[in-house]
């Protein structure tokens, strides 16, 4: 199991759903958050509203899946997210050791889809 984090404009946020609908990721969480890249906040204000600082408005998307499911949600994030122009945001793939869903207390791949 991996934790994909990404983090993406805000603008794009629909057509990245959107794509991870279509390859069958539906557990999703959202969070907004502020952050730079190499430029540090500077040249990047593509719709980006600098909110504190240097420090540009961005949304970061957490997906714990199956192995198999690493680069299915990895390519629905670039083709949603994809500009081609700066700031269009990072994908991190972290291990993940354990996954329960409260409610059945099933674990693990039972669990995380
Ligand atoms: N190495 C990193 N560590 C933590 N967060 C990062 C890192 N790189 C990027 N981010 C986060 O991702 C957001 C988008 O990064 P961004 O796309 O600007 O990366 P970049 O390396 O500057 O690439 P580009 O040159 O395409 O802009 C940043 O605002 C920041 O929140
Ligand atoms: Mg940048």
Known sequence: MKIVIAIIQPH???AVK???YKVEVNL???SPVLGHGKQKGVNEVYRGVKEVGNFLRKVR???AVNDN?????IKAI????????IGDGKIFVY???RCIRIRTEEE???AIG
């Open 12 to 14: 794009k946020l629909e």
């Open 78 to 85: 670039v083709k949603g997210a994809k500009t081609g122009k």
């Open 18 to 20: 959107k794509e991870l």
């Open 108 to 110: 693990g791949s039972a």
């Open 69 to 73: 499911f690493v680069e299915p949600t």
């Open 61 to 63: 998307l957490e997906i």
């Open 95 to 97: 291990p993940l050791e």
């Open 28 to 30: 999703i969480t959202v």
